[in-house]
């Protein structure tokens, strides 16, 4: 679903005079886009779920000391940032289980390429992503799982366009010599490739 920044706009300053009903809309509004990039970092549900509520507190807690010109990039990089924060001072870093790549994925952008792929193809895609160095898998992450552009992800990560589009061509480079290695059957490796591309 695209979303729309003048909608978001108009809703945090309803939020700025403390109205708890657009507050809740921008949540709901939010909440699954942020939840991914959370878990990008985190990799950990229960952390996720946390630090998202860090991040929507901080926002309710501020909304009168805060003057922010685009809350979806406010937003992002509050929660990459806390996310970030977060992980620095976990020491606990348990892998994804099957039902957290499950739980995930209802939190991603539904395409019709990835409602075709299989979950032994999701966790193949998922593994061989965890694997990619981070700031590419950041990257990634953001371009093709939350559909952002190149200039939204540069905003967010705080690195230039041009730094975005080589980790995403980097990134994409080393998913698919991992997919060639995979011993999975052609249909599933273009489905996946269809993905990426």
């Known amino acids: 679903m695209e979303i729309d920044n003048h909608m978001l706009s108009e809703l945090y300053n309803k939020i700025r005079r403390d109205d708890s009903k657009a507050f809740e809309a921008l949540y709901h509004l939010m909440y699954k886009r942020l939840y991914s990039v959370a878990n990008t970092i985190l990799e950990y549900k229960e952390l996720t779920e946390e630090t998202l509520e860090e991040v929507f507190t901080s926002l309710w807690v501020n909304r009168h000391k805060a003057d922010v010109d685009n809350i979806f990039t406010y937003l992002y990089v509050l929660t990459k940032n806390k996310a970030i924060d977060v992980k620095r001072k ?66 967010i990560l705080g690195i230039s366009v041009k730094t975005v589009d080589n980790h995403l061509a980097a990134a994409i480079r080393d998913v698919l010599e991992a997919l060639q290695k995979q011993d999975i059957d052609s249909g599933s490796r273009m489905r996946l490739m269809s993905w990426l591309l």
């Not at 032994?120 to 965890?130: A, D, G, N, P, R």
Request: negative net charge; hydrophobic residues 35%.
């Open 90 to 155: 976990e020491v606990r870093w348990d892998y994804l289980t099957l039902e957290d790549v499950h739980d995930e994925l209802f939190y991603c952008s539904v395409t019709p390429e990835t409602t075709i792929v299989s979950k032994e193809e999701i966790s193949q895609i998922h593994s061989i992503i965890k694997s990619l160095p981070e700031k590419r898998r950041n990257v990634l992450m953001l371009v093709k799982y939350h559909g952002l552009k190149n200039k939204e992800v540069a905003e």
